[in-house]
């Protein structure tokens, strides 16, 4: 029997280890169980890796255009395999700045899938090392940070075979470029993906059940979105449905069903499935616990709490959004609520902001405009277009808006919604102003540095009010 | 295209008023400057101004109407070539509509500046309404309040007092959640105590129908004086930790003195007793300094010039119109500004910087023959005078000789943060010097 922890965080993602960071902060013995790779699936699988092959994607693009900028480059292409080398190469050195944190922090790293028993103040944890040798620990206080994985639908024949048949995994690590390529799903991971290929050149075709795509933005946005990528070459089927994913010796046929009731079958050379997650809930050992589960997903209270003495969870596994900087804020309000620290805040899902890397990249915060409009605020909308934003311009970057969702009682921002070059860098202002429950008239009084794409921020705030400056 | 006159926000905080009168009617034609209506808050009735030209195509909303929202289109004025069937139906939509006789003014409507900066120039508005998103009650004016602007706002709107919250957020800073959380007449106090509402009255302030059956009383709903009164004296009674002292002074000095004067006066000068008693207090105070002062949390405000407030009881409430730098004033000056000031409180005239900035005040019962009392401080000034009756009493002379004098009881009550028994007394001692030699006020 081990020496007893203060906490256990079972999962080294982006919620666990940073949620043990924070605890060894704050005085507690922690250690922290991985099966796989430290920092989870946004370090290996997820988000960065995503954004290295992102931004090769977007350099082609820029080289493509050099001509517009008055530079000359010859023919620029790629090296499928350096782009996802250099890929691998980003993710596997902050895998590496995961452990040298860990140490840091005196934080034990226990590699082997973890189980959960009985026992008090806290469930036991038992880790079954790569030997097969199971090892049981105890600890006052056990957090689950598992996270989650694709979604299968085998009903309707949509399941990953890791061959023809990808999932985000399959899709970050491409042997060759698929010519034609159908991705069932336009959340955020699907239209990253799609961006992705699209730039290197496979015939993209892009099937949402929903009647828009990146279907939780402001449908403003969506369709914005839609309509540039349509420019770019995508295909997009929304209000379909996609049933019948086969894989055949070389070729994926999917059963493609339109908006109008057409149903035909195609043929594409692979299939991105980006339907959704579930929570890695199996063969923990949760149900004898007495955890409640609802779809996949821990159910716990605003500070991580599932109702078991000394068990808590967070990230992924505890439901959406699914997104890596909600489990981090959430890792670390369980860890202060368990430390009795004052003023921890439980997690407000409310203010958690949302990013899509694509090209135009989106991203927003709060409420959508129909759902403000649905919660009964009286609301003033403010917008305003890349076009009259001079650093905009001069990046050649003038397709892009923002749009701001203002109560007319109160002056909260419900919600911000943007669309064009780094918006995703941007869109933390209008999260600040959340926080900090700013209202139009501070954001009016802001300055705002100049030139800056920025500034656009600024003048949808003044629009909500009638009084953009340049447009 | 007709042009829309909005109900304008004459004070940061206003959300509704009554629209008292309307000094235009249908089909008169307005030129820009001209008053057109008038408009009743808590204090005062304002005039509204015509920033527009055009005929007066409709009146929306009718004279004595209450719970008129600020921006809510209250008449529409008509351009050259333009007639009423150009006005499209009544957007308008107050709160009730009870026909309340609008109170006569006693004196004619004077063009008065709105202390308000016009702004709203984008706007279709015929009227200087302030820019709603620029309110400066949201600038911690005064001791500084931890608390979002979002909490503000909602505290604005809501009607609650962000001293009576406890804030929840970083550092004690006051959050929506705080503000949301309480309800209006249920706000926590910010340091243990009793439970107080958003006017920080103690709680319960209801009549229990057990106890007082409601057909037994008449309840008549709270005017905004009276609820300015009821907060800013509840506040000032348990806030400042107050002390009275008390002297009887001689009058019979004063009373000859002013019978000089008033003989020697233009016939339209009759100079009263409590103008000569308002430029003694002003005197006494440039004469003693640390009496004219204000406790504020950054440190002790000396004010330079000694403006006295003067209590005036009006109907619904009381109110205390300034006679500014009185100690530079001349009497005949001081009669004439309290008698047109007492007159326009009376009928609720008063401009806003017409009631605020006093240093001092002076609150006079003695036409009701009360000998003494002592009255609750008007924060932020640091004393306040009650003043008795003048009237002939028994006196025991320096030979040891009783003589009749008339005397009046005067109670001087102090803040005790800023204002010392000694300095107090001393403030009181040289009050009694200019009251008793007149004639040291002329040097």
């Known amino acids: 029997m081990s020496a007893p922890y203060d906490l256990i965080v ?77 890929s691998r190469g980003v993710a596997s050195q902050l895998s590496g700045g995961v452990r040298f944190l860990m140490k840091k922090n005196r934080i034990d790293v226990i590699e082997g899938t973890a189980r959960l028993e009985k026992g008090a103040p806290a469930p036991k944890v038992f880790v079954k090392g790569r030997d097969g040798k199971d090892t049981p620990y105890t600890a006052k206080h056990v957090m689950l940070a598992t996270g989650a994985r694709a979604r299968d639908i085998p009903q309707a024949g949509l399941v990953a075979d890791g061959r023809l048949i990808w999932t985000y995994r399959e899709a970050m690590t491409p042997d060759v470029m698929p010519k034609r390529l159908l991705v069932v799903g336009s959340g955020a991971i699907g239209i990253e993906f799609a961006s992705f290929y699209n730039e290197l050149g496979s015939e993209v075709t892009v099937v949402e059940v929903m009647d828009r795509i990146l279907p939780v933005e402001d449908a403003e946005i969506s369709a914005l979105a839609e309509k540039d990528f349509r420019k770019q070459g995508f295909n997009i089927l929304t209000g379909a449905r996609v ?65 078991v003495p000394g068990l808590y969870a967070i990230g992924d596994l505890t439901g959406p959004p699914w ?24 997690f407000d899902a409310s203010n958690v902001p949302g990013c899509t890397y694509s090209r135009p990249q989106v991203a927003s915060v709060g409420l959508t405009e129909a759902a403000a409009r649905a919660k009964g605020h009286d609301i003033k909308v403010g917008r305003f277009p ?34 064009g070059a780094e918006v995703t860098e941007l869109i933390q202002g209008y999260v600040i102003a959340r926080q900090g429950e700013l209202t139009e008239a501070d954001l009016i009084h802001t300055v705002f540095a100049h030139p800056t794409i920025s500034e656009t921020m600024h003048e949808a705030v003044l629009d909500a009010e009638g009084r953009a400056l340049h447009i | 295209m007709p042009i ?36 009743e808050t808590d204090k005062a009735t304002m005039e509204v101004e015509a920033v527009d030209e055009g005929k007066v195509g409709r009146i929306m909303v009718p004279a004595g109407t209450e719970g008129v929202k600020v921006n809510a289109v209250i008449a529409v004025l008509l351009e050259e ?22 109170p006569e003014p006693s004196t004619p409507p004077v063009a008065a500046p709105s202390p308000l900066t016009p702004a709203n120039a984008g706007g279709r508005s015929s009227l200087a309404v302030p820019d709603p998103v620029l309110r400066p009650d949201e600038r911690n004016v005064g001791a500084r309040i931890m608390a979002s602007p979002l909490a503000r706002r909602i505290a604005a709107n809501k009607g609650i007092d962000l001293k009576a919250l406890r804030g929840s957020g970083p550092h004690g800073r006051i959050i929506r959640r705080d503000v949301e959380n309480a309800k209006p007449g249920a706000a926590q106090p910010a340091q243990g105590g009793a439970p107080m509402t958003a006017d920080g009255l103690i709680l319960p302030q209801v009549l229990d129908d057990r106890v007082y059956a409601p057909d037994t009383y008449e309840l008549k709903p709270l005017g905004g004086m009276r609820k300015t009164v009821a907060r800013r004296l509840t506040q000032s009674f348990m806030q400042v930790p107050h002390f009275p002292l008390n002297i009887d002074i001689t009058l019979d000095n004063l009373l000859e003195s002013r019978a000089a004067i008033n003989a020697a006066a233009p016939k339209d000068v009759k100079i009263s007793v409590n103008d000569l008693l308002i430029k003694a207090a002003a005197l006494a105070l440039i004469d003693e300094p640390d009496c004219n002062a204000s406790y504020t949390d950054k440190g002790i405000a000396y004010h330079k010039h000694a403006n006295i407030s003067v209590a005036v009881a009006v109907e619904g409430g009381l109110i205390t119109p300034v006679i500014f730098r009185a100690e530079g004033k001349g009497l005949a000056e001081i009669s004439e500004e309290m008698k047109d000031l007492a007159a326009r409180a009376r009928d609720r005239k008063l401009k806003p910087q017409e009631y605020m900035g006093g240093t001092f005040s002076i609150s006079n019962l003695g036409m009701f023959g009360i000998r003494s009392f002592a009255s609750i401080i008007n924060p932020p000034e640091g004393m306040i005078l ?16 009783v003589i009749v004098r008339t005397v009046m009881s005067v109670t001087l009550t102090c803040d005790h943060r800023v204002i010392g028994g000694a300095e107090g007394a001393k403030w009181l001692a040289a009050f009694r010097r200019y009251v008793e030699t007149p004639e040291a006020m002329l040097l």
């Open chain 1, 10 to 86: 079972i999962g080294s993602g982006p919620g666990g280890y940073v949620a043990a960071i924070r605890a060894s902060q704050l005085g507690m013995k922690t250690a922290i169980v991985e099966r796989e790779s430290l920092g989870g699936i946004c370090l290996n699988w997820g988000c960065i890796p995503t954004k290295a092959l992102l931004r090769s994607a977007e350099v082609l693009h820029l080289a493509r255009h050099a001509k517009s900028f008055g530079l000359k480059i010859e023919n620029p292409s790629f090296d499928l395999e350096a782009v996802v080398k250099r």
């Open chain 2, 4 to 39: 829309n006159i909005t109900m304008p926000a004459l004070s940061p905080t206003m959300e509704e008023g009554t629209l008292a009168k309307w000094l235009v009617r249908e089909g008169d034609t307005v030129k820009s400057g001209m008053i057109i209506a008038e408009i």
């Open chain 1, 323 to 346: 997104l890596a900087h909600k489990a981090s804020h959430e890792g670390v309000t369980c860890v202060e609520g368990i430390a009795g620290r004052n003023h921890a805040e439980p």
């Open chain 2, 81 to 102: 070539g333009e007639s009423a069937g150009d006005v499209k139906g009544p957007s308008a939509a107050p709160a009730k509509a009870q026909a309340a006789p609008a």
């Open chain 1, 243 to 307: 049933e019948n994913v086969k894989a055949g010796r070389n070729v994926v046929t999917a059963d493609i069903t339109t908006k109008d009731g057409k149903k035909e079958t195609r043929e594409f050379d692979r299939a991105i499935l980006a339907v959704g997650i579930v929570g890695n809930v199996e063969n923990l050992g949760l149900e004898a616990l007495g955890a409640r589960i609802d779809k996949t997903h821990v159910v716990v209270d605003g500070f991580g709490k599932t109702g």
């Open chain 1, 386 to 419: 890349f076009i009259g934003n001079g650093k905009a311009i001069a990046m050649g970057e003038e397709q892009g808006l923002v749009k701001t969702i203002f109560d007319r009682k109160t002056g909260e921002l419900l919600g911000a919604h943007m669309i």
């Open chain 2, 386 to 401: 009650s003043v008795g009756a003048g009237e002939k009493r028994a006196v025991v002379d320096d030979a040891g000789a």
